[in-house]
């Protein structure tokens, strides 16, 4: 079992920055791949990011550019780095980890971002 908490969202102007916290607990050695999702109201949860054990990143297009991911491995925490928030950036965050190459079916309580126009 892998426990995850992220943190770090709060209410920024558009053109603003956040950074996004994922602490991992548990069996991390599993872990294969983290990653970042978010959900805006209304709306499906989408796929932001992801981080490999090896450091490979992928980012979904509306990212690309203006999020980084990054990871701490003495810390087992993982990042989401935003700059120039949009409003449609909106959503809440949430993190998640591949356990033997599954997304696990449990999620956080995730973190809210709000960017204002």
């Known amino acids: 079992q892998v426990q995850l908490v992220e943190s770090g969202g709060g209410l920024v102007q558009a053109g603003g920055s956040l950074r996004l916290s994922c602490a991992a607990s548990g069996d991390i050695r599993r872990i294969n791949v983290m990653g970042w999702f978010r959900q805006a109201a209304g709306k499906q949860r989408e796929w932001v990011a992801s981080i490999t054990t090896a450091d490979t990143t992928n980012y979904a297009d509306s990212v690309k550019g203006r999020f980084t991911i990054s990871r701490d491995n003495l810390k087992n925490t993982v990042y989401l780095q935003m700059n120039s928030l949009k409003p449609e950036d909106t959503a809440v965050y949430y993190c998640?980890?591949?356990?033997?190459?599954?997304?696990?079916?449990?999620w956080g309580q995730g973190t809210q971002v709000t960017v204002s126009s």
């Open positions: 998640n980890a591949k356990v033997d190459w599954v997304w696990a079916a449990s």
